[in-house]
């Protein structure tokens, strides 16, 4: 049983619930993720896991309100057990001493993002990380980030907090300054794309993370399919992480795209059904 | 010990087997004609995704099909059934109305019998190897028919046996996979004592027999039923577990397994790389048939979406293929095509999903091969591109190789397109084993007995065959199992 053992709202939308998870809180690598059903009749939601207590045998999971399965997702209190949780997926990140890591995070990619730059400086490197969202209470575990981070840039849209502007304006003032060896960002497929436009501007080598539909998470579906270098490759067991200068980021958002009216009916008579029992 | 011939010619030998023999003369056996499997009406059937097409024979049909076997004294079937059973046996305990005994003689060498009678392609195994097929030229006995027929009679009957197990020798072993390779291996291992856990990656068992094969085909519930006798027998199921991932081969060393089986499957789909394949609205048949059978995606109290075509195309001639057209058809389809680039006579699904995709509608576009896809400006398919083929010389396979025909490109209207030209080996097992021999295709490697190149390490079904039957997955697993038996009593 993975039983909620502690949750908390970082904002609206956006909820961060650590889970009883033993044997994934061992296996786990930086850039693993899991899939978890809420209940019986539920989808299979994948997630990546932000951090692990190996100890207390818990994993910290981070999701944002998008649709039915999150809305349920967020309304699971402490105490509660999810249906089904399995992992550790996907391929690790490939971590070693690379010099100065850039690591920019947009909105909730910036939970994935947190084991990867705490591995990176754990391996001796010097990590700056640039966190954006599009306002204050959208930047999400900022303190977490810096406790791993030479230097924490905050980025956002409407100038709340942090500076006024996108990650790649922050991104591109850090590779003026200073030599970056290598970069990974992780968020909105949108931001993945211009990060990596600049970061290729600039010949640094780029990783990206993706968070495309999945079912299965095993390679047994290939709703994930992403085009990288040309070549059909699963996200599931091929990646999360690609090398971003290689992704076909288009295609990515399109294929994001791919239940759009399914989830959004679905969406709006859940919404409707909670709205009359209210 | 005594020769499988030895022991069929005892059991063939006994009183009432001998006695039945001499009910009917070989002439009053040979006349009967061929019993017709009962099924709902296509118009009726296509308006649900989970109502069983065939329903089972009577037992005045099963008995009276039962009766045309000879009760041959070299019975060829046998050598046509991957995992053995006694065939003869069975079926001449169907025709003196002993039901029950019938079924235990299934389960004792196949663990899903309810399974096997009906997803076998007995055509090609069994019936292929009957006495009426081969000598007489005849339709053969409905063994198929007449094994699901036993198991279900005592399934609806209540009083289900437990098959007999050697007395527990605490020793532990794996089963990774739960689909019928792994199954089978179970069943076995359990009967020879062992202390048998199965891990499953996803939340439901079954693999291939639950995400893959359609309800109105094989009845979930009917798979239910089999997995619970394997629980009956003391298997151990664990969900949601990855071995490799979710605990190393070394975890579970350390844990006390002494052995373990391999039969993950063939999980990963292929494409045919062409132009647009990426589109939305083009997606792998194991996507769609998990969606909807795994996933429930057809009704509305699931919250998994699938997606629902007026003109649905679906690429190949496999038995996947089939479950998938059929399924786009009870999901809304107006226009369901099976595009296959060979003929009618290579397909290689069941002339059963054949005959059943006909007679609800199902358009055939045979010689035929998808070479582009275009679409709209949301990026959902809209319009198909296909090339026609004729048949020129034999391949490795002994069947006709297809040829593009020049010049020959038709493009149809598509909004929905399932791909399922076939499926390669899930990687993950091997990728966390570096010292694994696989094959360039990445198959692991197995000698006759099943055993792979590392000593512990046995596997079988499709994560060595590559994309084979649910009945050959199972003769794998109980072979696995005899040979790990003998290693692990050395």
């Given at each position: 049983m993975n039983r909620i053992v502690e949750k908390e709202f970082f904002s609206e939308n956006v909820v961060k619930l650590v889970v009883e998870a033993p044997k994934i809180a061992k296996a786990r690598k930086p850039g693993n993720f899991?899939?978890?059903?809420?209940?019986?009749?539920?989808?299979?939601?994948?997630?990546?896991?932000?951090?692990?207590?190996?100890?207390?045998?818990?994993?910290?999971?981070?999701?944002?309100?998008?649709?039915?399965?999150?809305?349920?997702?967020?309304?699971?209190?402490?105490?509660?057990?999810?249906?089904?949780?399995?992992?550790?997926?996907?391929?690790?990140?490939?971590?070693?001493?690379?010099?100065?890591?850039?690591?920019?995070?947009?909105?909730?990619?910036v939970a994935p993002l947190l084991p990867i730059v705490e591995g990176y400086k754990k391996a001796g490197n010097r990590v700056i990380s640039v966190l954006a969202a599009r306002s204050k209470d959208l930047i999400i575990l900022e303190d977490e980030i810096r406790k791993w981070s030479d230097?924490?840039?905050?980025?956002?849209?409407?100038?709340?907090?942090?500076?006024?502007?996108?990650?790649?304006?922050?991104?591109?003032?850090?590779?003026?300054?200073?030599?970056?060896?290598?970069?990974?960002?992780?968020?909105?497929?949108?931001?993945?794309?211009?990060?990596?436009l600049l970061t290729k501007k600039y010949n640094i080598p780029t990783q990206a993370s993706l968070n495309s539909i999945m079912v299965d998470g095993t390679g047994m579906c290939g709703a994930c399919r992403v085009t990288v270098g040309g070549k059909t490759k699963f996200t599931c067991v091929d990646g999360p992480e690609f090398d971003a200068h290689q992704i076909d980021f288009d295609e990515m958002l399109m294929r994001l795209g791919g239940y759009s009216e399914e989830e959004k009916k679905a969406y709006e008579e859940f919404m409707n059904r909670l709205n009359l029992q209210a | 010990?005594?020769?499988?011939?030895?022991?069929?010619?005892?059991?063939?030998?006994?009183?009432?087997?001998?006695?039945?023999?001499?009910?009917?003369?070989?002439?009053?056996?040979?006349?009967?004609?061929?019993?017709?499997?009962?099924?709902?009406?296509?118009?009726?059937?296509?308006?649900?995704?989970?109502?069983?097409?065939?329903?089972?024979?009577?037992?005045?049909?099963?008995?009276?099909?039962?009766?045309?076997?000879?009760?041959?004294?070299?019975?060829?079937?046998?050598?046509?059934?991957?995992?053995?059973?006694?065939?003869?046996?069975?079926?001449?305990?169907?025709?003196?109305?002993?039901?029950?005994?019938?079924?235990?003689?299934?389960?004792?060498?196949?663990?899903?019998?309810?399974?096997?009678?009906?997803?076998?392609p007995q055509e090609k195994q069994c019936e292929e190897q009957c006495f009426y097929t081969l000598k007489l030229k005849k339709e053969p006995v409905a063994i198929g028919y007449l094994e699901?027929?036993?198991?279900?009679?005592?399934?609806?009957?209540?009083?289900?046996?437990?098959?007999?197990?050697?007395?527990?020798?605490?020793?532990?072993?794996?089963?990774?996979?739960?689909?019928?390779?792994?199954l089978s291996f179970a069943g076995d291992m359990i009967k020879l004592g062992y202390?048998?856990?199965?891990?499953?990656?996803?939340?439901?068992?079954g693999g291939v027999l639950k995400y893959g094969i359609p309800e109105f085909r094989l009845p979930n519930a009917t798979v239910d039923e089999e997995l619970e006798n394997l629980k009956q027998m003391g298997v151990k199921f664990e969900t949601n577990f990855i071995v490799g991932r979710t605990a190393s081969f070394d975890d579970l060393e350390k844990e006390g397994y002494?052995?373990?089986?391999?039969?993950?499957?063939?999980?990963?789909?292929?494409?045919?790389?062409?132009?647009?394949?990426?589109y939305n609205g083009i997606l792998s048949s194991n996507e769609y048939l998990t969606r909807v059978n795994l996933m429930g995606a057809a009704d509305d109290k699931f919250d998994t979406p699938v997606l629902r075509g007026k003109n649905v195309a679906v690429i190949g001639g496999g038995n996947t293929a089939m479950d998938s057209v059929r399924t786009a058809k009870r999901l809304g389809a107006e226009r369901s095509i099976i595009v296959y680039r060979r003929s009618r006579v290579e397909m290689p699904a069941r002339v059963e999903e054949v005959k059943h995709a006909e007679e609800e509608g199902i358009e055939f576009m045979n010689l035929a091969n998808p070479v582009e896809y275009f679409a709209d400006e949301n990026g959902r398919v809209n319009r198909m591109r296909v090339q026609y083929m004729e048949l020129g010389e034999?391949?490795?396979?002994?069947?006709?190789?297809?040829?593009?025909?020049?010049?020959?490109?038709?493009?149809?209207?598509?909004?929905?397109?399932?791909?399922?030209?076939?499926?390669?080996?899930?990687?993950?097992i091997p990728a966390c084993l570096p010292d694994l021999k696989v094959s360039r295709w990445g198959t692991i490697e197995v000698g006759d007995n099943m055993q792979s190149s590392i000593p512990v390490i046995f596997a079988g079904g499709d994560i060595v065959r590559g994309g084979a039957t649910v009945i050959l997955a199972m003769g794998d697993g109980r072979n696995a199992a005899q040979s790990m038996h003998e290693y692990l009593s050395k």
């Open positions: 899991i899939i978890l059903r809420v209940s019986k009749e539920g989808e299979r939601i994948p997630l990546t896991i932000a951090s692990a207590d190996e100890d207390k045998g818990t994993i910290t999971l981070i999701a944002q309100k998008v649709g039915v399965s999150t809305e349920k997702l967020a309304k699971m209190e402490v105490g509660d057990s999810l249906h089904d949780l399995v992992g550790p997926l996907g391929k690790a990140t490939e971590i070693h001493k690379v010099g100065t890591i850039l690591a920019c995070g947009g909105g909730v990619g230097e924490v840039i905050v980025m956002t849209d409407d100038g709340s907090y942090g500076k006024k502007g996108l990650v790649t304006q922050g991104a591109e003032e850090i590779i003026n300054r200073e030599k970056i060896d290598e970069c990974i960002a992780i968020g909105p497929a949108i931001m993945m794309k211009f990060t990596a | 010990m005594t020769t499988l011939a030895e022991y069929l010619k005892e059991r063939r030998d006994q009183e009432w087997r001998a006695e039945l023999r001499k009910k009917l003369k070989g002439k009053e056996r040979t006349n009967i004609p061929r019993v017709k499997m009962p099924e709902v009406d296509p118009n009726e059937r296509v308006k649900f995704q989970n109502v069983e097409v065939n329903l089972g024979l009577s037992i005045e049909q099963a008995q009276r099909e039962a009766s045309r076997c000879m009760d041959c004294v070299n019975p060829t079937c046998i050598e046509g059934c991957p995992v053995q059973i006694n065939i003869p046996e069975f079926v001449k305990n169907i025709e003196r109305g002993e039901y029950g005994q019938a079924a235990s003689n299934l389960k004792l060498t196949s663990a899903l019998p309810a399974v096997c009678g009906r997803v076998c699901r027929f036993a198991a279900d009679w005592e399934r609806e009957s209540g009083s289900v046996s437990v098959p007999e197990c050697a007395t527990k020798n605490g020793i532990k072993v794996a089963a990774i996979g739960s689909g019928p390779s792994s202390d048998v856990t199965v891990f499953e990656a996803l939340h439901e068992i002494k052995g373990f089986f391999v039969g993950s499957g063939a999980g990963l789909p292929r494409f045919m790389n062409i132009p647009g394949e990426n034999p391949d490795a396979s002994g069947r006709r190789r297809p040829v593009p025909i020049e010049g020959s490109e038709k493009d149809i209207d598509v909004d929905l397109v399932i791909v399922a030209v076939g499926v390669s080996p899930n990687p993950l």
